[in-house]
């Protein structure tokens, strides 16, 4: 056994062996033990006779102890010199209690010790290590913190100058819509302006005209007034001749008076009516245009989020609707039912009920990942009983999904968006005027693909789903996954 060292010597020289710690008020028995006067005291309690020395068992008549001055200033020497090496470098790392240097490391109370506090009996049987080697153990730990917390530091001031970044890029994007919109608009004013020039002079045209015809017509008139009042004039004065004069010019004058030759002219011709007429039609129309491209700019500019449901009267008989007609999946067997003209039956195909001739609308559907579907808008008139290729040749603008989750846009051929993740939800964008079908990530709002803009002819268009079992890979059947049917779902 390794002899003990000078230090582990004093220490146990200067413990108390009934509180395992620094004797307070030494007393000394006769037999030469020493103990505090507090423990001994406690030890002795209740006995009249027999008092027996704890560490040698000697037998005393009486209760006898004196104080032991010389130990009590050792340790208390002891203390003030704060023993092992408290003058040394690291000499603040002392016990504080004990004033002694702290050397090892209390694994169950996750505390520094110093020697005393080892062999206490409040730590007594504790497992302890060097504190070096504690230390270490958690300076390690903190590196590697330090390295996390250093790594999360990085990251934000990647996010500050990413964001930084892609503010710019927004801004600068709003500024080029802005300097679009000042162009359109510009064209637009551009455009009303010389319509309206062109109007107003039309109309001041017609005004002229309008004001020369008056003036020719009073003109007319005034001459025959003129010729009126002059045969009026001369009949008056014949009336007055004498009966030789007056029979020698009568036939003259009543000839004059009997031909009837005042014919009432026309003022306004029916042509200058029919561009008068011409003119209000066309400010009826105009007024109807205006208000047509009002209501068109209105519903444009907002955004309709449309509440879809699907349409049973056009669902192919393999699939099934939930009775709510949000959810629709691959049934698989054939339903009995009426082989209605709406209906698809070779397409594995459903529409949504309300179908869109104007404005702008979205709606979102949940997918199954890897899954065999498709989602997007068709032609009202797009082919229901036969065999026909999902593109916009046939009516038909979608976005679909093959088995393990490859994306494509139904297109001839198929067209298959750059995608590192696999989207659960997909948002579905038409703009009927500006005949655009985009789709999106409805959770992040990154675009996925945009069809090249179509024209639908004023023709209704509906939401269109597409479900196949999952369990095909080309023309093989999977026996892991046999039986099994893709699903979608519109989200609230």
């Not at 690291?90 to 504080?96: F, N, W």
């Not at 002229?208 to 003036?215: D, Y």
């Not at 005034?222 to 045969?231: A, H, K, Q, R, W």
């Not at 032609?379 to 916009?392: A, H, Q």
Request: hydrophobic share 35%.
């Amino acid at each position: 056994m390794a002899a003990a060292s000078p230090t582990e010597t004093l220490q146990s020289e200067l413990t108390c062996s009934v509180c395992l710690d620094y004797f307070k008020e030494p007393v000394s028995l006769g037999c030469g033990h020493n103990f505090c006067r507090a423990c001994i005291s406690e030890v002795w309690e209740g006995l009249d006779a027999n008092f027996s020395c704890p560490d040698c068992r000697e037998i005393f008549p009486q209760r006898n102890f004196k104080p032991n001055r010389p130990l009590r200033n050792i340790i208390k020497a002891t203390q003030e010199l704060k023993l092992f090496s408290a003058k040394e470098p690291g000499a603040e790392d002392v016990c504080e209690e004990h004033h002694g240097a702290l050397q090892v490391f209390c694994r169950e109370d996750q505390v520094p010790l110093c020697l005393f506090c080892h062999l206490s009996k409040e730590h007594r049987g504790h497992a302890v290590i060097p504190i070096e080697e504690a230390a270490q153990d958690y300076k390690d730990q903190i590196q590697c913190r330090l390295q996390v917390l250093e790594k999360e530091r990085e990251d934000i001031l990647m996010l500050i100058s990413n964001g930084g970044k892609e503010t710019q890029e927004l801004l600068t994007h709003i500024q080029e819509e802005k300097k679009k919109s000042l162009a359109e608009f510009k064209q637009l004013h551009q455009f009303l302006e010389e319509q309206e020039q062109g109007l107003l002079a039309r109309l001041e045209d017609l005004e002229k005209t309008i004001v020369q015809k008056h003036n020719d017509y009073i003109a007319r008139l005034s001459s025959e007034i003129s010729c009126l009042n002059s045969l009026i004039r001369d009949t008056r004065q014949m009336c007055h001749q004498p009966l030789r004069l007056f029979f020698q010019d009568v036939n003259n004058t009543l000839n004059r008076c009997g031909k009837g030759r005042f014919r009432k002219p026309v003022a306004f011709t029916p042509e200058l009516k029919w561009r008068i007429w011409e003119n209000s039609q066309r400010h009826s129309f105009l007024g109807k245009v205006i208000q047509q491209f009002k209501d068109t700019l209105f519903s444009g500019e907002e955004l309709n989020k449309a509440n879809v449901t699907l349409d049973p009267a056009t669902a192919n008989p393999r699939l099934v609707l939930s009775e709510d007609r949000r959810s629709v999946r691959w049934g698989g067997g054939l339903q009995d039912l009426p082989n209605n003209p709406e209906r698809f039956f070779a397409e594995r195909c459903v529409l949504g009920c309300e179908g869109f001739t104007s404005g702008r609308h979205c709606w979102e559907v949940e997918a199954e990942v890897g899954g065999c579907w498709a989602v997007g808008v068709a032609r009202e008139s797009v082919e229901r009983k036969g065999d026909m290729s999902l593109t916009p040749a046939e009516g038909v603008w979608a976005l679909g999904q093959e088995w393990m989750g490859t994306y494509y846009a139904l297109t001839s051929p198929k067209t298959y968006p750059c995608l590192i993740w696999s989207p659960r939800r997909i948002r579905v964008y038409l703009d009927y005027a500006g005949g655009q079908v985009a789709f999106f990530d409805a959770e992040t709002h990154v675009p996925i693909f945009t069809f090249p803009p179509a024209s639908f002819s004023g023709e209704r268009v509906f939401p269109f789903f597409w479900v196949w079992r999952s369990d095909v890979l080309g023309e093989k059947i999977l026996p892991c996954t046999k039986g099994k049917g893709s699903w979608l779902t519109l989200c609230p």
